[in-house]
């Protein structure tokens, strides 16, 4: 079992990470002290492939745990979903001390987590993730929220999970897009903070298709470490956790744009990256070499590098709906090498436009 941190005083947890978690669950929700009244959150495709194994592990543990499913997709991270949980709460009887497990993607997560983070004012949220993407990012560092139609993640709040169960074994009946997708994720660790990291992704793109236990575990063990320790110096991403966000200005204007129909949050995020990158070096904080590099390790891990569906006017005034965009300045996060990044609040219009359009197919 590999065990990794996520240090935050009183709000402090574990992400467990380990092929078959079931006794380790049964073992951490027998010693708390949550009320026995549970609520599985899942989604349409999970709900069938690891409920009844998750509500086993719950039942041992002395819990009676009620499932409820979601539609699988973004659409379902929505006010109106949102109302559905709620009401699903109620009458299941959750009171302040039932705790809301999501067993899903990042969607799940999501959605599961706003909702324990306002259900009575904030009862325990414990994370299963299931996708890869969920597994190195989502499950970890206590963003929850619900999309708004005019933009991405727009309400929500941070509310930190009691642990993270991470199961190995979920990743094998994973859509191969999808591993596509958590790959981004991945890359932007290497990106923002590590270089070796980069990397080791480059070089193990083909032991992760196909689903090497070591090599997976160590990229996830990896990814969350870096995670928990962003997080751990800036919870609340008054500075340094934006750095989590590299890529992810342009990815939510390109997944909005396009309705979240065309591109999971992760191919959105690929081309984010690749139109951060555009801006640095056209900015001369890097070189193309760099360029190159970030567009080998994308192509390696079968991501997309530009955009098929969007207009340059709808991007860029999107982009004014970002949460890291203060008194009208955009605050871009831009590479100065492969491990390193800063904030830019003064990027010029021009230059993010030029970026915009080689984005575009
Ligand atoms: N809170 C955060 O810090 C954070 C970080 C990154 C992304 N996100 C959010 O996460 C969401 C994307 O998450 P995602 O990529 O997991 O998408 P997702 O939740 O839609 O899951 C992707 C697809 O994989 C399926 N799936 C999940 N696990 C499976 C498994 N083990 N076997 C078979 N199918 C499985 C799901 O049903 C879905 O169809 C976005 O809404 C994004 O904004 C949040
Ligand atoms: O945890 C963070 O901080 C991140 O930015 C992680 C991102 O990968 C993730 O997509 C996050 O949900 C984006 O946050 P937002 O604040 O831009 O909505
Ligand atoms: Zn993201």
Redesign the pocket.
């Known amino acids: 079992m590999k065990t990794v941190q996520v240090p935050l005083k009183d709000n402090s947890y574990n992400i467990y990470i380990d092929n078959d978690l079931h006794e380790t669950i049964t073992s951490f929700f027998a010693n708390s002290n949550f009320s026995r009244t549970a609520l599985v959150v899942s989604d349409s495709n999970v709900d069938k492939l690891y409920a009844a194994q998750t509500l086993a592990a719950l039942k041992k543990a002395g819990f009676a745990p009620q499932l409820t499913s979601i539609p699988a997709g973004e659409k379902s991270k929505s006010f109106f979903v949102a109302q559905e949980l709620y009401t699903t709460a109620i009458k299941a009887g959750l009171d302040r001390k039932s705790p809301i497990i999501a067993l899903g993607g990042g969607v799940v997560g999501?959605i599961a987590g706003f909702i324990a983070s306002t259900y009575m004012r904030g009862i325990p949220f414990i994370q299963m993730p299931t996708s890869l993407l969920a597994h190195v990012?989502?499950s970890v560092?206590g963003?929850v929220?619900v999309n708004h139609q005019l933009g991405?993640?727009l309400i929500?709040s941070f509310y930190q999970p009691k642990a993270v169960f991470i199961d190995l074994d979920m990743l094998q009946t994973l859509p191969v897009r999808e591993i596509s997708t958590g790959l981004a994720?991945i890359i932007?660790y290497g990106l923002i903070y590590d270089k070796n990291f980069f990397t080791y992704i480059t070089d193990h793109s083909a032991d992760i298709f196909a689903l090497n236990n070591d090599v997976l575990k160590n990229i996830i063990a990896r990814s969350c470490e870096i995670?928990a320790a962003v997080?751990a110096k800036d919870e609340k991403?008054t500075g340094l956790?934006a750095i989590?966000?590299f890529g992810?200005t342009l990815a939510?204007a390109i997944e909005r744009e396009t309705k979240y129909e065309k591109y999971n949050?992760g191919e959105a995020?690929s081309i984010g990256m690749v139109g951060a990158a555009i801006i640095s070096r056209d900015l001369g904080f890097i070189q193309d070499d760099v360029i190159k590099a970030i567009c080998h390790v994308l192509e390696l891990c079968r991501l997309p590098q530009k955009c098929t569906f969007c207009s340059e006017d709808g991007i860029y005034q999107d982009l004014f709906h970002?949460?890291?965009t203060v008194n009208g300045k955009i605050n871009w996060v831009l590479l100065d090498e492969i491990g390193k990044v800063h904030s830019d609040n003064a990027v010029p219009e021009k230059t993010v436009r030029h970026a915009i359009k080689s984005i575009l197919a």
Do not use: I, M, P
């Open positions: 999501d990012d989502s560092g963003k929220a991405k993640n929500g994720e932007k995670k997080v991403e956790r989590l966000n992810h939510h949050h995020v970002d949460k890291k």
